[in-house]
């Protein structure tokens, strides 16, 4: 199948919209999906998440996207065909997709669940399938894959403001579970109020955590504290508010995905604190090892979670009325809040309402 058009490869015609250069230009494009496997899961894209991920690949900005691309890696839809052998869910139910629709499933990562990281993980867009053709993302009408990467939705978690779950959500979901800076008497900072930040703060504060939201913009202060539940601010270009929150948190949540400063945040952990990065920072980030040795902070990361971790996310948000907060647009308006997404300027998380905008070209 590898080799020919995108319309031929497989037998299944789709839609949506791609973009076909470094440009990051997203135009109407028609494509084909496999024919449902015994163990596959074939849903109707109702809505889709806009990440920060998908600008990167959108521009190459980390030098391996494969153009066309179809991004879209927060798919939330209803399934409409199972394969024969499906177990997980059936035709009608509400389901997600996640940035991960493929790995080995064999290796000591798989084994442990931890999917986002294995070797011959497979994104659910711009990288070769098993078949050896490209994969397109949730900007499009429909998906099929794996069962094993399908998630169910609980019927109280609505699906637009659910999305988001599927990369911002689990991502800091998992990592402040892993590095255990999110419980009861901790204190997290959150550094970026953004898709994934807005998410942290409602986290950590369902855990029991005092939250401190720190941002370069002065708006935001209202939101976080009265919109958001966050217990305290922190202007970063307000040197002495940062100076005396100097040794004052357990762990600090990075994710901010642009270049910046990390030494600024290993001076607000105490000692033993954890800086755990998570935006996806398309240049190099300096420190200074001073904190790390004479402190002993730790600055980790982590990427999305595997898929049992997930599934337990999107069932913990649920019993606590977790969402995003979003901007539902047009597909026609991606474009648009491509570059809105660039500037910063959404609160949080642009969704696209995929069933009621997307047209067959």
Request: proline residues 4%; hydrophobic residues 40%.
């Amino acid at each position: 199948m590898a080799g020919k058009s995108p319309e031929e490869e497989h037998p299944i015609k789709a839609y949506g919209w791609a973009a076909h250069n470094t440009s990051g230009v997203l135009s109407p494009f028609k494509f084909s999906r496999r024919a449902t496997l015994e163990d596959d899961v074939r849903l109707k894209v109702l809505y889709c998440g806009i990440c920060h991920t998908d600008l990167h690949f959108l521009k190459n900005e980390w030098g391996f996207t494969t153009y066309p691309i179809v991004p879209g890696h927060e798919i939330v839809g209803i399934v409409t065909e199972v394969g024969k052998k499906v177990t997980k869910v059936k035709v009608g139910d509400k389901v997600g997709v996640g940035g991960i629709i493929g790995s080995c499933r064999s290796c000591d990562r798989c084994s442990a669940d931890l999917e986002q990281f294995c070797p011959k993980q497979v994104l659910a867009f711009s990288m070769p399938y098993f078949d050896g053709t490209i994969t397109y993302g949730g900007f499009s009408n429909e998906m099929v894959c794996n069962e094993h990467f399908v998630l169910r939705f609980p019927e109280n978690l609505p699906l637009d403001a659910g999305a988001p779950l599927l990369c911002a959500g689990i991502t800091v979901y998992s990592t402040m579970k892993l590095y255990g800076i999110a419980k009861p008497g901790k204190h997290i900072g959150v550094n970026g109020l953004g898709g994934l930040g807005h998410m942290a703060v409602k986290f950590a504060k369902a855990w029991g955590a005092k939250v401190t939201v720190i941002s370069t913009s002065e708006s935001k202060k209202d939101e976080a504290i009265n919109r958001l539940g966050a217990d305290a601010f922190l202007l970063s270009s307000n040197q002495e508010e940062m100076q005396a929150a100097t040794d004052t948190m357990d762990g600090i949540i990075d994710c901010v995905p642009f270049k910046h400063s990390l030494m600024q945040l290993l001076g607000l952990l105490k000692f033993e604190g954890k800086l755990c990065v998570v935006g996806g920072v398309a240049e190099p980030l300096e420190i200074y090892c001073g904190p790390l040795l004479t402190a002993r902070k730790m600055i980790a990361g982590n990427d999305l979670g595997g898929l049992k971790e997930t599934q337990e996310m999107i069932d913990f948000a649920a019993e606590h009325n977790i969402t995003a907060d979003i901007e539902v647009i047009s597909i026609d308006d991606v474009n648009e809040a491509m570059e809105r997404l660039e500037k910063g300027d959404v609160r949080y998380r642009f969704v696209i309402d995929i069933a009621n905008t997307l047209k067959a070209p």
